[in-house]
C-alpha cells in the first residue's frame, strides 16, 4: 500500500465467493522451503510453507490485492491476486544485501531527531499512533539530502509493529519512505510532502469490545470507510457527503458504477469539463465526514477498480489530503476488517 501526502495515501461490503489459492515455494535448486510466509498484502490473511514447501489459502471474492511470498535470505515474489488461475509453483532465489552505511555530516541531524520524525510522520501523532511501538527500530536506516531536504529512511527486514490501541502485531516490510520539507529542518511543520510504501501482515492480538470501539473510531472517516461507502452509496451527513467547491453534489452524477464478477467493480470518474485539456486532473471534491471533518479528494485517473474489501487499483493517481490523511500506520485496519 502507497501513501502520499500533498498527501494520501476495507472489509467486504458484500462477500460474493471464496477463492483458493495453493502451490509450492522452492529454492532455485528445486528444494521445497519450510516456513515461507504467504499472506495477502494488508490483511490478517496469511500461513506458511509447510515442510515440502506447500502453502493453502482460502480468499474471500476476487480482490485487487497483491499475494506476498516472503522469508529471510530470499528475494520476496508478488502476484497480483484476481491474475492467479492455477496452482502456483514459487522458485525464490537467494538474496545478496549489502550492509548500509549511512554518514551522517556536519550540522546534520542525530539518528535520535530523525527517528522521531519518522515516526510522526509514518505512525501518525494520535493515540492510536502514541499506543504502537516498533519493536526493532534499529533496523531502520536514514539518510538525509540536504540539497533537497528530503529525508529517506529503509529496512532491510519487516519492522515489527505492536498497536496496543488497535489490538493489533503488524509485520510491515517499508520499500519506501521519503519526506522532503521546505527548509533544512527536521521538524514536521516543515513538510511539505511525504509518501510511504511497503507489504503488510496483520495479526490480531486482542479482540475484545473496548479494542473494537477503538477500531471502528480508526475505520471511521477512513479511506478504507470512503472506498466502501462509494460501492454502497450510502451518501449522508452521518457518513460522507460530497461537494463541488463549496455546493454539495450528488454523487451519482460523478461517478458511473459497473459491477465486473465476484465483488470486483469498475468506477468511471466524469470529467470536470472546466478543467480543460491541459491538466491530467480528471476531477476533485471536497468532502465531509460526518458533518465535520474535512478532506479533498484529486482524480488523475478516469477509471479505476474496487473489490470486495473495498481496495482500489490506480492508488497513485487518486489524491488525498486534509482530515482523511491525519490517519496514519497507528490507525491502520487490515483490508479485511469487518466495522
Known amino acids: 500500500m502507497k501513501i502520499f501526502l500533498q498527501v494520501l495515501i476495507l472489509f467486504p461490503l458484500f462477500l460474493f465467493s471464496q477463492s483458493k489459492i495453493d502451490g509450492f515455494v522452492k529454492d532455485e535448486k528445486g528444494e521445497p522451503i519450510l516456513g515461507v510466509s504467504v499472506y495477502v498484502d494488508g490483511s490478517t490473511i496469511g500461513t ?15 480482490s485487487n490485492s497483491i499475494l506476498v511470498i516472503r522469508t529471510i535470505g530470499f528475494r520476496s515474489e508478488f502476484y497480483q491476486i484476481n491474475t492467479i488461475t492455477k496452482q502456483l509453483n514459487v522458485f525464490l532465489k537467494e538474496e545478496v544485501k ?40 534499529e533496523e531502520i536506516y536514514f539518510d538525509y539530502d540536504r540539497s533537497t531536504f528530503k529525508l529517506v529512511a529503509y529496512s532491510d527486514t519487516p519492522l515489527i509493529i505492536k498497536n496496543d490501541y488497535l489490538g493489533y502485531q503488524i509485520s510491515y516490510q517499508l520499500v519506501d519512505f521519503q519526506c522532503k520539507f521546505s527548509k533544512f529542518s527536521m521538524n514536521s511543520e516543515f513538510v511539505t510532502q511525504f509518501q510511504y510504501a511497503g507489504n503488510s501482515l496483520f495479526t490480531e492480538i486482542d479482540s475484545s469490545s473496548k ?14 470507510h470512503f472506498f466502501r461507502n462509494l460501492l454502497s452509496n450510502n451518501w449522508n451527513k452521518k457518513e460522507f457527503t460530497l461537494y463541488e467547491g463549496s455546493f454539495i453534489t450528488n454523487p451519482q452524477l460523478h461517478f458511473k ?20 485539456i491541459k491538466t491530467k486532473l480528471v476531477n476533485q471534491f471536497n468532502m465531509l465526514f460526518d458533518n465535520y471533518e474535512q478532506s479533498k479528494i484529486q482524480f488523475y485517473t478516469s477509471e479505476f477498480y474496487v473489490d470486495s474489501f473495498g481496495v482500489f487499483t490506480n492508488y497513485e493517481s487518486i489524491i488525498f489530503s486534509g482530515a482523511i490523511v491525519s490517519k496514519r500506520v497507528g490507525d491502520l485496519l487490515p483490508t479485511n476488517f469487518l466495522k
Not at 479494542?211 to 477512513?222: H, L
Open 98 to 137: 549489502e550492509l548500509k552505511e549511512v554518514v551522517v555530516g556536519q550540522n546534520f541531524f542525530s539518528r535520535k531527531q530523525m527517528l522521531k520524525l519518522f515516526k510522526e510522520q509514518f505512525l501518525g501523532t494520535n493515540i492510536a499512533a502514541k499506543n504502537c511501538t516498533i519493536q526493532n527500530e
Open 257 to 276: 458504477q459497473t459491477q465486473i464478477e465476484n465483488g470486483m467493480y469498475k468506477i468511471e470518474v466524469v470529467p470536470k469539463k472546466s478543467i480543460g
Open 48 to 62: 506458511i510453507t509447510d515442510e515440502n514447501g506447500y502453502f493453502s489459502l482460502i480468499i474471500p471474492s476476487e
Open 211 to 224: 479494542i473494537n470501539k477503538r477500531r471502528q473510531k480508526s475505520y471511521n472517516g477512513s479511506t478504507l
